[in-house]
């Protein structure tokens, strides 16, 4: 894991957008309790939220600015966190939830969209495992019922599910034990957008 400075650098190889066309893009992700800059970059942006803090809205900007199907997948990975000490048993709902919105990350199809959503269904939308599974499902496509006319999902609120996703998986007793996971859970988000951290079949077995 890189240290905390190294968020600073988000992505060398690209040049970053405007953070507010990043705000504007997936407005359902937010709010924002810190607008940022009118000429400021999404890296300067996300960099100074968590320098200064503000790791709520880090949080949420870093899933906007990673694109739903890797802020699905950087949410699949504080989860996993989360739970890699005690991980639930195969079949469970848990389980059944994170194994749908993972393979919908390697194999964003319509039908692993449609189990996602029904695993999140199952194992309640107020888990971090049922909220990533309903950003994979919010991700694309259509939010209506099979065969309805098609309701495009508003834009960010996939983002908005994987950051809960992280948030949930973020609880702690105290707000400083909190905090360090946010934090690490951002260098996580970091590493994904320089391009590292990113799935492959791999990964997960």
């Known amino acids: 894991m890189p240290p905390a400075s190294a968020i600073a650098e988000v992505d060398s190889s690209t040049v970053a957008p405007p953070a507010q066309d990043v705000c504007v893009a997936a407005a359902a ?19 100074r939220l968590v320098e200064t803090n503000q790791l709520e809205d880090a949080t949420r900007f870093a899933a906007a600015y990673l694109g739903p199907r890797r802020a699905v997948w950087w949410a699949l990975l504080c989860v996993w966190n989360l739970l890699r000490l005690s991980p639930p048993l195969e079949g469970d709902a848990t389980a059944a939830a994170i194994d749908a919105a993972v393979a919908w990350v390697f194999d964003p ?51 908005k599910a994987a950051a809960n ?37 791999g990964d997960w077995k």
Do not use: C, H
Request: aromatic share 6%; net charge negative.
């Open 109 to 159: 199809t319509e039908s692993k969209r449609r189990t996602a959503q029904a695993a999140a269904e199952t194992v309640g939308f107020d888990t971090p495992a049922g909220a990533a599974a309903t950003a994979a499902f919010w991700a694309e496509g259509s939010i209506s019922l099979p065969g309805q006319p098609e309701v495009p999902p508003p834009p960010g609120v996939a983002a």
């Open 165 to 201: 996703a992280v948030l949930m998986a973020a609880a702690a007793p105290s707000t400083a034990e909190r905090d360090a996971v946010l934090r690490q859970s951002l260098r996580i988000a970091a590493e994904i957008l320089r391009g590292s951290s990113l799935w492959t079949e």
């Open 29 to 47: 992700a937010g709010p924002w309790t810190t607008r940022p800059d009118s000429n400021e970059t999404a890296d300067a942006y996300f960099s």
